[in-house]
């Protein structure tokens, strides 16, 4: 579905990512781990639309996105919630959630999805007409996973959802992205928290210095002594 | 000094201070969500008022098109001078759109000055708008009570429309985060564009209401005021339209009374009033009255 | 090492002698006119390399400096004002005043001390903003400044300004000071004064926590570049003879600005390149202007090529380079880091 090959992204003279190469396939969660400043963020972004690759090809459902704006990424079906959320929160919830769907005419599909995430996450419904800035750090954390959800998007791009929360939203966070799954979005997940993700993902990847050094079914990486030294913090 | 004389200068003061609200608006969207000082916003308004006197001289044109046109006019005029000079400097340092919207107010200015003529000419209005009424002893023109009509109308419009329209939606959401509203998917071109279009339209018509209150209009008439509407903006809270409104009343009622109060050998302090006013508010309340942007600090 | 600091030396001094040779030359055989440019290239060196200061090299970005340039200006105007036009002009000043004529030199000086006294308590208020805030609060400054010379009958003389002045400014004070300015800042930049200045403008809060005095510097900087431009405001004033508040307007803060940018902000002698150009492309551009009866092209031209250089080579002519003649022989100097902020 999403194919990466080959990526280069710089700042201007700072190169973040170099030759990185990713797959995901249809109906995936696939999971990114990796140390801070490793490039993660910035794959995101790059698929996104929003940053501009040096060199290399993004492939969606075998198209090229590469130089199209954001918003054509979106309507093509690609869905981003970023790292740190993000939210508005001088807007509404109602109105984040309504800008999540910018690019959508259907208007009757778009209000049946806002139930449908009212239904997802019953807190936003209470709190609709508040502005985003009242909710806590995890109900921010789901109306961004909600607004990305309101373009209807096949694969959802997923930027540390768990940063910031207790264990206990950690958990529901992760029930949301294992439902979505079931639902039929593709998930590519990045986290910090890559024992919790493995779990749940099928494949994953790990970044180094803006580079893939070590891919593999998730259950194979989990296992690896290595891997559980290195990066899961574990052991 | 008599009550009527400080109602008669609290009159004049709403009046211009309206003016200052009109061009406010525009900066302060404009500033919210590009970071962006327009020098420029000023040099619109002046081409507003040229248009507008094309109109006002042609007497057999009724009045409410020599408002209704420039509007319009400068309102494509502001988009097309986004489009050309701002938007090839999307994510460019703060310094370089500052500089290229000095350029662009020069060039506006200089263009007027080769079309037509540096000269100052006369604008003026047909006579029973600037007839006076004369209301318990203060003395309102017609023009007057046109310019609280019209401000408040726009006002209310402007404000529905940022409020309940979906454009509306994606400017504010945009001036809050322009990062994360491109995330998201928003057009944010579209939300800058809309901003510039709404801003100039209102500079358009505050064209016609300047030119109208001083009856004299010229190449360079622009420049200051709309500096001094930036100055209401950072008053009311950059960022924010109700701030616009509230700041630029304030400072067109402060420098009324500053003139209007104090003996006459200040009022060639004026210019030095308003702008001490900025610098007081800057280092008391960075944030104005209802800001709810903040000032980047050392 | 010693040899390439003796050959630095011998280049510097060989490019000094051929600077007092060239301009001894032209002094002899230049006609009034284009002496007269020749000397406002020296001044605007001073005012453009002295601005850089600031806006180039810790990243304030001012819009003030004409106003720097009218209290050195006026200052100076006052002191070295002849006897005669004082007792026309300034009759109301006390009787101290009316009998001290200062030397040019002494008055010059003077002007710039003054800008640089004005500039410290201002810069303690306005450089606690940046950025945007920081160029509409130093306009602002311009603009009291420049009330405070309509208004001051009895100093300034409000809008009839000062007059009868001496045309002190020659070729040689011009260029004295346009070397020393560059001189000063050169050393300045270049010197761990100069990388503290370059790590505020590149990213003050890191700077900051690596024990750099981020205001100090800052405020240092402003008021160097404030000196050197009372002592523009000076050359000019005793180049025109004449002043008046707008001698000192924000037209001319934005043509140094211009000069500025075009040359490129963050190197010094991109300051000198972009205040030779903007001296004589407007001369050039206003003889056409008249010839052709276009008044305000040459203003729609400069605008336009400001626009484009923002659009297109936002750097400047020179970037952060410089053309160091010293180095014209061996390796590139090392070079204050990139100005650009990084794209997105
Ligand atoms: N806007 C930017 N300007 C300059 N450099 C940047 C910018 N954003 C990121 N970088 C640099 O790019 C590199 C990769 O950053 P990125 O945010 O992609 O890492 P990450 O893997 O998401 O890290 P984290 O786990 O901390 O979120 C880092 O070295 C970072 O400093
Ligand atoms: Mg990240």
């Keep these: 579905m999403l194919e990466i090959r080959n990526l280069s992204v710089a700042y201007g003279k ?21 140390g801070n400043g490793a490039g993660k963020t910035t794959t995101l972004r790059t698929v996104s639309g929003v940053l501009k690759p040096r060199a290399g090809e993004i492939l969606f459902k075998g198209q090229s996105i590469v130089g199209l704006p954001p918003e054509a990424i979106v309507t093509r079906g690609i ?3 970023p790292e740190g959320r993000m939210i508005f929160g001088r807007l509404t919830i109602t109105e984040n959630l309504k800008l999540g769907a910018y690019n959508r005419k259907d208007a009757a599909g778009v209000k049946s999805d806002m139930e449908r995430m009212f239904g997802m996450f019953p807190v936003l419904e209470q709190r609709k007409s508040q502005r985003a800035g009242t909710l806590s750090g995890g109900e921010q954390q789901m109306l961004a996973i909600a607004r990305s959800l309101m373009s209807r998007p096949t694969l ?80 | 000094m008599t009550i009527n004389y400080i109602l008669q200068q609290l009159v004049n003061g709403l009046a211009l201070g309206s003016i200052y609200a009109l061009l406010a608006i525009g900066l302060t969207m404009v500033y919210g969500i590009l970071r962006l000082i327009n020098f420029a916003h000023g040099d619109l308004m002046m081409l507003g008022a040229y248009v507008s006197s094309i109109f006002i ?84 023109t017609q023009l007057d009570v046109l310019t609280f009509l019209l401000v408040i ?35 944010v071109n579209w939300a800058i564009g809309a901003a510039f279009v709404l801003g ?99 | 090492m010693k040899s390439t600091i003796a050959r630095k030396t011998v280049v510097l001094l060989g490019g000094l002698v051929l600077l007092v040779v060239l301009l001894g030359v032209a002094d002899a055989t230049l006609n009034n006119y284009y002496l007269r440019i020749l000397q406002l290239i020296g001044i605007y060196i001073v005012l453009t390399a002295s601005l850089n200061l600031t806006n180039g090299f810790t990243g304030d970005f001012s819009l003030g400096h004409a106003a720097f340039m009218a209290i050195g200006g006026y200052t100076s105007a006052l002191l070295t004002m002849p006897l005669a036009a004082r007792a026309l002009q300034l009759a109301e000043l006390p009787v101290w005043f009316q009998e001290f004529v200062s030397p040019f030199p002494l008055a010059t000086v003077l002007g710039g001390i003054l800008a640089a006294l004005v500039a410290l308590p201002v810069g303690l208020v306005v450089l606690r903003l940046r950025g945007h805030y920081l160029a509409v609060a130093t306009l602002g400054l311009l603009i009291i400044v420049k009330s405070i010379a309509s208004n001051w009958e009895p100093v300034t ?111 010094v002698t991109g300051s000198v390149i972009g205040a030779i150009i903007m001296t004589i492309l407007p001369v050039i551009l206003r003889d056409l202007e008249r010839r052709f009866e276009l008044p305000g092209v040459s203003q729609i031209i400069i605008a336009a090529a400001l626009i484009a250089f923002m659009i297109f080579r936002r750097q400047g002519l020179m970037g952060n380079r410089e053309l160091h003649p010293s180095t014209w022989f061996m390796k590139k100097p090392a070079t204050p880091a990139s100005v650009d902020a990084p794209q997105q």
């Design chain 1, 14 to 34: 700072i190169v973040a990512v170099s030759d990185l190469s990713l797959t995901v396939n249809e109906g995936e969660i696939v999971t990114v781990v990796g």
């Design chain 1, 79 to 81: 869905s981003h919630s």
């Design chain 1, 156 to 235: 959802l791009l997923l930027d540390e959802p768990s940063l910031g929360l207790a264990p206990l939203l950690v958990e529901k966070i992760f029930d949301v992205v294992v439902e979505l799954r079931n639902e039929g979005v593709t998930i590519l997940l990045v986290e910090q928290n890559a024992n919790e993700a493995l779990r749940i993902s099928d494949r994953a990847y790990v970044l180094e210095t803006g580079t893939v050094t070590v891919e593999g079914p998730s259950t194979e990486l989990i296992n690896d002594p290595k891997l559980r030294a290195a990066y899961l913090g574990l052991d």
């Design chain 2, 57 to 140: 001289s042609a007497t057999v044109v009724p009045i409410l098109l020599a408002v209704l046109i420039p509007t319009l006019l400068i309102a494509v005029m502001g988009l097309i001078v986004e489009r050309t000079a701002y938007k090839p400097l999307r994510g460019a340092p703060e310094v370089a759109m500052l500089i290229t919207s000095l350029g662009v107010s020069r060039l506006i200015q200089n263009s007027t000055v080769l079309a037509l003529s540096p000269q100052p000419r006369a604008f003026s209005l047909p006579g029973d708008l600037t007839k006076t009424v004369n209301v318990g002893g203060i003395r309102f």
């Design chain 2, 153 to 187: 109308v726009l006002m209310v419009l402007l404000t529905l429309y940022i409020n309940r329209s979906k454009t509306g939606m994606a400017m504010r959401a945009s001036s809050e985060n322009l990062q994360a509203a491109r995330l998201i998917g928003i057009n």
């Design chain 2, 200 to 298: 100039s339209a209102l500079a358009g018509t505050a064209g016609f209401l300047w030119a109208s209150r001083y009856g004299i209009i010229d190449p360079f008439m622009g420049f200051l005021p709309g500096v001094k509407a930036f100055v209401a903006a950072v008053i009311g809270g950059i960022g924010s339209i109700r701030g616009a409104v509230v700041g630029g009343v304030l400072l067109g009622v402060a420098e009324i009374g500053f003139v209007g109060f104090l003996p006459p050998e200040f009022s060639g302090y004026r210019d030095a009033f308003v702008f001490s006013l900025l610098l007081i508010v800057l280092l008391v309340r960075p944030n104005g009255l209802f800001g709810a942007s903040e000032v980047e600090r050392a």
């Design chain 3, 157 to 267: 003389r409000g809008a009839r300004g000062l007059s009868g002045l001496n045309a002190e400014t020659n070729l040689w004070w011009a260029f004295g000071w346009a070397v020393i300015t560059i001189f000063v800042v050169w050393r300045m930049v270049h010197s761990p004064f100069g990388r503290s200045m370059i790590a505020v403008r590149d990213d003050s809060v890191a700077a900051a926590s690596r024990g750099v005095h981020v205001f100090r510097i800052r405020l240092v900087a402003f008021i160097m570049s404030a000196f050197f431009g009372g002592v523009g405001g000076a050359l000019l004033a005793h180049q025109l003879t004449a002043i008046t508040p707008p001698t000192y307007s924000f037209d001319l803060t934005f043509l140094i600005v211009i000069m500025l940018v075009i040359g490129g902000s963050g190197s």
